[in-house]
């Protein structure tokens, strides 16, 4: 796609990979409208030429009025998202829900909204920023994880959808990514330092280390995007980092193939804890 004028819609813009996108976007010579849920997060970002957008992704409603408000676009990069840390048994159903209201029905909701005005024009590009978490399970953070996997099924299934639309579908892979996703990483309430899945949260914690020894910084992952989006064509995922590429070679293994290279080769030793786990 060529880029000189392209609309581009970018959420969660505040900060990260959102931030280095729209304004990788915006240098590649296309109008931004950048989104955040407090525009004066995104104030600076006037100063680069971009329009701005307040816009919680949970909010159905703002999310209609925004994308009437920018009118058609050429891309849609589906970028907001935070982390949730948890067991699976430690999460709890509101804390699930606003984990995939953000992660997955944030997206969902938007790609709804921008759809119609790309399929009257007969081009556009939806760009959904993944992780290599949506292939690759870790424990302790499975709420975020597997919202992740929900987003690369619906990115998979949506580009066999809308390709004789004329519509691009991308699913971003970043591995670790300098930005404020660990300031803003969430806790679920019944996490405890005495519990009985504690042992099992200091093991991941250690062997995650190992899993992502240094991050990118966002520049890279914006860079990779809008290299991408040039091309008229190409593959659904765009993995981007060291990391990335070995966790998906990892899990592409096969299912036991992974667990033994999380063990063996990330450190991670919970299997081996079974007095502790039977508290
Ligand atoms: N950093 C990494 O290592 C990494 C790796 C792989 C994938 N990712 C993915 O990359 C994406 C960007 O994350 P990041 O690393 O750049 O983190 P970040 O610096 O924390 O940025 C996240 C952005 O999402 C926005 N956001 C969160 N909840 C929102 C909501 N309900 N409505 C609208 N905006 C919301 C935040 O905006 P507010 O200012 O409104 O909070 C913020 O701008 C996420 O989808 C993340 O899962 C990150």
């Given at each position: 796609?060529?880029?000189?004028g392209?609309?581009?819609?970018?959420?969660?813009?505040?900060?990260?990979?959102?931030r280095?996108?729209a304004?990788?976007?915006?240098?590649a010579?296309?109008?931004?409208?950048?989104?955040a849920?407090?525009r004066?997060?995104?104030?600076?970002?006037?100063?680069?030429?971009?329009?701005?957008?307040?816009?919680?992704?949970?909010?159905?409603?703002?999310v209609?009025?925004?994308?009437?408000l920018?009118?058609r676009?050429?891309?849609?990069?589906?970028?907001?998202?935070?982390?949730?840390?948890?067991a699976?048994?430690?999460?709890?159903?509101?804390?699930?829900f606003?984990?995939?209201?953000?992660?997955?029905?944030?997206p969902w909701r938007?790609?709804?909204?921008?759809?119609?005005?790309?399929?009257?024009?007969?081009?556009?590009?939806i760009?959904?920023?993944?992780?290599?978490?949506?292939?690759?399970?870790?424990?302790?953070?499975?709420?975020?994880?597997?919202?992740?996997?929900?987003?690369?099924?619906?990115?998979?299934?949506?580009?066999?959808e809308?390709?004789h639309?004329?519509?691009?579908?991308?699913?971003?892979q970043?591995?670790?990514?300098?930005?404020?996703?660990?300031?803003?990483?969430?806790?679920a309430?019944?996490?405890?330092?005495d519990?009985?899945?504690?042992p099992?949260?200091?093991?991941?914690?250690?062997?995650?280390?190992?899993?992502?020894p240094?991050?990118?910084?966002?520049?890279a992952?914006?860079d990779?995007?809008?290299?991408?989006?040039?091309?008229?064509?190409?593959?659904?995922?765009?993995?981007?980092g060291?990391?990335?590429?070995?966790?998906?070679?990892?899990?592409?293994a096969?299912?036991?193939?992974y667990?033994?290279?999380?063990?063996?080769?990330?450190?991670?030793?919970?299997?081996?804890?079974?007095a502790?786990?039977?508290r």
């Amino acid at each position: 796609m060529d880029l000189e004028g392209a609309r581009c819609l970018v959420t969660g813009c505040s900060s990260g990979i959102g931030r280095a996108t729209a304004l990788a976007l915006s240098h590649a010579g296309a109008r931004v409208w950048a989104s955040a849920r407090k525009r004066e997060s995104i104030a600076a970002l006037e100063t680069q030429g971009m329009q701005l957008v307040e816009l919680d992704l949970t909010d159905a409603g703002g999310v209609s009025r925004a994308v009437s408000l920018v009118g058609r676009l050429d891309v849609l990069v589906n970028n907001a998202g935070y982390g949730l840390e948890g067991a699976i048994e430690e999460v709890g159903d509101e804390e699930l829900f606003e984990q995939y209201n953000t992660n997955v029905f944030g997206p969902w909701r938007l790609c709804r909204a921008v759809l119609p005005g790309m399929r009257a024009s007969g081009r556009g590009a939806i760009v959904n920023i993944s992780s290599f978490g949506g292939e690759a399970p870790y424990p302790g953070i499975g709420a975020y994880r597997s919202s992740k996997f929900a987003l690369e099924g619906f990115s998979w299934t949506l580009r066999l959808e809308v390709a004789h639309f004329g519509i691009r579908v991308l699913d971003v892979q970043p591995g670790l990514t300098e930005s404020e996703f660990g300031k803003h990483m969430k806790r679920a309430k019944a996490m405890a330092p005495d519990n009985a899945y504690a042992p099992m949260h200091e093991s991941a914690a250690r062997a995650y280390l190992r899993m992502s020894p240094h991050a990118l910084p966002p520049e890279a992952v914006a860079d990779a995007i809008v290299a991408e989006l040039r091309k008229d064509t190409g593959p659904l995922r765009l993995r981007v980092g060291e990391d990335a590429h070995r966790m998906v070679a990892a899990v592409r293994a096969g299912d036991e193939a992974y667990e033994r290279y999380l063990v063996s080769e990330l450190g991670f030793d919970w299997h081996r804890l079974e007095a502790v786990s039977s508290r």
